[in-house]
């Protein structure tokens, strides 16, 4: 599964994107950031707070339910700010 | 007939507004919004980042329902990234129709939705050396329900 992260959750995490592989029971959006914020203590800062993050799924927004796959591409960011 | 660009360079506004028109004469309008970069409290510089791939995805899937709600005879959207001085432009939207106000709903639908369905971050310079990153604004979201409120009266009202 391929995870990418935007804006301060990248500067948090400390890098842009990584391949990672879940064990079987992270299913959603929502079980993978409690596996993901385990990884190193950037990614603990960086999903401190999920109210505070956004995420996409194969490039689309998805909420918190939404099923994860190993060959999905996840993303996780900050509400935007274009404009 | 939609022209979606997200890139570095500066937009001319001009040179987007009349190839919306040149070679046509069913065009009778044309809206525009041009986002320009502030420099409140002191800032030096935005610095744009996006998510390549959804970005370009989600700007087409707005301008697709524009289309789809307003008639419109052409529609360019021009957003920049990466790092912008005060007083540049950030955002061009334009959108063609017969009348008026296709045109100039058509504009302010796609920039409201842009501000809260496209993946752009905002990062702040200052002169000072230091940086923050833009926070997103409720009046945004609410400027964006304002367009599925509307949709949805005027279902209520053809029903």
Same mark, same amino acid.
């Given at each position: 599964?391929?995870?990418?992260?935007?804006?301060?959750?990248?500067?948090?995490? /400390? #890098?842009?994107?990584?391949?990672?592989? %879940?064990? @079987?029971?992270?299913?959603?959006?929502?079980?993978?950031? /409690?596996?993901?914020?385990?990884?190193?203590? /950037?990614?603990?800062?960086?999903? @401190?707070?999920?109210?505070?993050?956004?995420?996409?799924?194969?490039?689309?927004?998805?909420? %918190?339910?939404?099923? #994860?796959? @190993?060959?999905?591409?996840?993303?996780?960011?900050?509400?935007?700010? /274009?404009? | 007939?939609?022209?979606?660009?997200?890139? =570095?360079?500066?937009?001319? $506004?001009?040179?987007?507004?009349?190839?919306?028109?040149?070679?046509?004469?069913?065009?009778?309008?044309?809206?525009?919004?041009?986002?320009?970069?502030?420099?409140?409290?002191?800032?030096?510089?935005?610095?744009?980042? !996006?998510?390549?791939?959804?970005?370009?995805?989600?700007?087409?899937?707005?301008?697709?329902?524009?289309?789809?709600?307003?008639?419109?005879?052409?529609?360019?959207?021009? !957003?920049?990234?990466?790092? $912008? *001085?005060?007083?540049?432009? $950030?955002?061009?939207? *334009?959108?063609?129709?017969? !009348?008026?106000?296709?045109?100039?709903?058509?504009?302010?639908?796609?920039?409201?939705?842009?501000?809260?369905?496209?993946?752009?971050?905002?990062?702040?310079?200052?002169?000072?050396?230091? !940086?923050?990153?833009?926070?997103?604004?409720?009046?945004?979201?609410?400027?964006?329900?304002?367009?599925?409120? =509307?949709?949805?009266?005027?279902?209520?009202?053809?029903?």
């Amino acid at each position: 599964m391929r995870v990418l992260y935007f804006a301060w959750v990248r500067q948090k995490v /400390g #890098v842009a994107e990584e391949d990672v592989s %879940p064990p @079987a029971e992270v299913r959603d959006v929502a079980a993978l950031v /409690g596996w993901l914020a385990t990884r190193t203590p /950037g990614h603990a800062a960086a999903f @401190a707070d999920p109210k505070q993050l956004r995420a996409a799924v194969n490039q689309d927004f998805a909420t %918190p339910d939404h099923p #994860v796959a @190993a060959n999905d591409e996840v993303a996780f960011f900050p509400p935007v700010t /274009g404009g | 007939m939609a022209r979606v660009l997200v890139q =570095d360079a500066p937009f001319d $506004i001009a040179a987007e507004t009349a190839a919306l028109t040149a070679g046509r004469t069913d065009v009778g309008g044309v809206g525009s919004f041009l986002g320009v970069c502030r420099a409140d409290d002191g800032l030096a510089a935005l610095v744009l980042e !996006h998510y390549p791939g959804m970005t370009e995805r989600a700007i087409g899937r707005i301008v697709d329902q524009a289309q789809a709600r307003w008639p419109l005879t052409g529609c360019t959207v021009i !957003h920049r990234v990466g790092r $912008i *001085l005060p007083g540049e432009g $950030i955002v061009l939207v *334009l959108t063609a129709s017969a !009348h008026r106000a296709a045109a100039l709903e058509a504009c302010a639908f796609l920039i409201d939705w842009l501000k809260t369905s496209a993946p752009f971050w905002k990062r702040e310079e200052f002169a000072a050396g230091t !940086h923050r990153w833009v926070a997103a604004r409720a009046e945004d979201d609410a400027a964006t329900a304002r367009w599925t409120q =509307d949709a949805a009266a005027a279902g209520r009202a053809k029903a």
